[in-house]
């Protein structure tokens, strides 16, 4: 990785400017989602989690460029967190009185977290913190990139990966490309692993595109008939 490091080091300003414009670009992919909440006149069917998560990761990830001082992840973090802030707004504008408690419930436990993670990054070893606020960052990039891995079973069984945000996940992999290069050049071994991970768990399910197609799986003939001896 050293070796790359040396190459990449004199274009590590302009990679950091192509990693943080992807990523803005990439924010902005929950646009869609908002738009179907418009047209439905609900959020209730959908979850709250990505974009609590998106806050809650890309304030901890402010954090974490502030200690690296480093101004292209300052910048972008600012930019996903307003983005984040918005996309939260027009999903509770849409939400009923009853998912609106819940979701005050969900905000509520996601400050405390964030209070409490900022609260031990102040005091922690100025030395450890920098790889241990990393991986916890890359822990929970794991439950926001991973859990549509939970449903790797229904897909299998179904074989079709209708459902799975195809843009998103290939952005997202784009964005982990991107960023882990800018981490090479930088020479930081957390934000590799970080990154090298989203690519392992995004690239399986770019996989499952490869093995199955988007739209429902046909039934086979003769099921309802066979269904229909049986009883």
Known sequence: MDALGDILAPYSPLIAKIAGTITTLQFLSGVA????IRKKGSSDVYPVGPFLGGIVLTVLSLKLAYIMNDAAMINT?????VINFVFLGGFYYYASSGSRTKIW????YSAIFILLVIAYANFEDPKEIEFRLGMLITGILVWLVGSP??????IIEKKSTEGMPFPIILS?????CSWMLYAISIK???MVLQNLLMLVLGGIQLFMFVLYPSTPAKKQPGTKKEAKKDN
């Open 105 to 108: 419930k969900q905000i509520a």
């Open 188 to 190: 930081n071994t957390a």
């Open 172 to 176: 997202g992999n784009i964005v982990a």
């Open 33 to 36: 989602l908002l738009n179907d």
């Open 149 to 154: 891995l939970l449903h790797l079973p229904k």
């Open 77 to 81: 973090n600012l930019i996903g967190l």
